[in-house]
């Protein structure tokens, strides 16, 4: 039996890979959802000038 070091190690790197891939597969059915692959408006725009309020939701 392997000592506990590797099957903490061997379960560290496991959970590492589940997440990344359940984080992978959730933002393309994002995507896909929206039907648009891009990055959303925030990460492309993000340092300029803010966009306009919508009509109806001023402060």
Do not use: C, Q, W
Request: hydrophobic share 35%; aromatic share 4%.
């Amino acid at each position: 039996m392997p000592s506990n070091e590797y099957l903490i190690i061997g379960l560290a790197v496991t959970t590492l890979v589940i997440v990344i891939l359940a984080a992978t597969v959730l933002r393309g059915r994002v995507a896909k959802s929206k039907g648009d692959t891009a990055r959303s408006s925030f990460t492309e725009n993000h340092g300029e000038a803010p966009r306009p309020n919508r009509p109806g939701t001023e402060h």
